[in-house]
């Protein structure tokens, strides 16, 4: 009879389990809270729905883009589970969970327990993480996907000390490049990363500088069919170049010196530290110089991924701003884990005091983002709470009612309204004039004079100069006459508002 043996696991494995069980239960309870889809979610949403597998080819209706192969898989999570909220944001949920895991593994690779778990915490409690692992958008495939790329790297890649690789595993690394492209726009950075340190590597051995040449080839192929399907057409969006301009690297880079450290501190504020650009630099310079120690064909990918995107930010193809961020996470806070490793290595002479100094910067960093996570665990954030107002308009909605929509809360109505049979009933679409919003949605409120019961959907409401544009449209409403609002719904929380207003003579 076998016996086995198990290892007992000692406090830094069990520390870790804790932690990203932590992580798992927040992300968790943010994908069950029941938040309703906001106004980006709800247009990537009608796409989906309304579209046909091969219709998703085409270039998407509201300005919207997303990876191929993430709208794909989308349809067919709908096609199998129905359509929902749940269902909708199902892949995403399930890649936020395992970019947790894969960030742990990676992490076993280069880093002690000393820089390990403050890195692990800082992403298990991350809001935006937590958060956008149950959003309705591609950006937390991102993350996944730069993490399942260098987690194929580190198992299949030689050793530092080492370049001999069996043919047969360059294969997987093919096929994860070939895969990833198709689900995640900025892989191509990692695997520019990858590629290049490939070839650094095995510079000195022409038969393996031939095999890193034939993968990456493959992987051009796999993104000259992205380009080609979706990429072409979305680089040549007006709307969204327009919309991210801030967000692209000027030209020359000594135009505007600020725009790299405001980068810095705006990447590591978005991930809930507020600390100052210039010392973010710090810190992430000597997590690098601590990484290039620790493993260097890591510390290079590193560098060189980030290298790509801020090249494909100063062409104009990529924003570094706000969620598109959201790939580089792994790697800037695995290089905060790295400046925890290399403080730790420096102070290991002061034995106790090594640990508490390390202790001490963690739990200075760390309480901002821990205090988040509470927070948004005891509320989660809800953004636009539509679910709330509908109910209250199908309980309270007589034939005959007219309902108008603000124009920004016309996706969400739009998706939400076959499940309140709303979709024979007679409703006004706002019209969104950017240059002149508020003009053009009074333009609306004029032409419901007459009706004796008006119903008034606002959500996402636009603000311009100072100016909230709901409240100037409410008491326009009231300074003119128009009408008198007999009921108000608000969502405590989000900017979803009802009204049912008379508009009669």
Known sequence: MSRFHFSKPNWSDLTAALLIGMGLVLRLHQYLSGRSLWLDEAMLALNIVERDFLGLLKPLDYDQGAPLGFLLLEKLTISLLGNGELTLRLPSVIAGCLALVFFYLLLRHFLSPAGLLPALALFALSERLIYYTSELKQYIFDTFTLLALLLVFVYLSPSEEQDDLPNRNWIPLL???????????????????????????NRRNRRKLTQVGLVIIGWLVSFGGVFLASLNALAANDFLMAYWQDYFMPMPPW????????????FLTYFGLSIPGWLALLLLLGGWIALWRLRPSLAMIFALTLLAAFGAAALGKYPLGGRMLLFAAPIGIGLLG?????LYRAL?????????????????LLAGTAANALENFREPRMQENMHPAIRVLRARHRSGDLIYIYPWAEPA?????????????????????PPQPLASTLADIQTLRGNPRVWLLFSHIAEADGVNEHEAIMAEIDLKKLGKCRLESREPGTSVLLYLCNFSP
């Open 175 to 201: 096929v994860a490049g070939g895969v990833a492209v198709w689900f995640s726009h900025p892989s191509v950075f990692v695997l520019a990363g990858i590629g290049l340190t490939l070839l650094w590597q």
């Open 255 to 266: 135009s505007n010196p600020g725009w790299m450290l405001n980068t810095l501190t705006h």
């Open 338 to 342: 790295a400046a925890f490793e290399g």
């Open 348 to 364: 290991i002479r002061l034995r106790w005091g090594a640990g508490l100094a390390v202790c001490a910067l963690s739990l200075a």
């Open 413 to 433: 109505f739009r998706y939400y309204a076959p499940f309140y049979d709303f979709e024979n009933e007679q409703f006004v679409s706002g019209q969104a004039d």
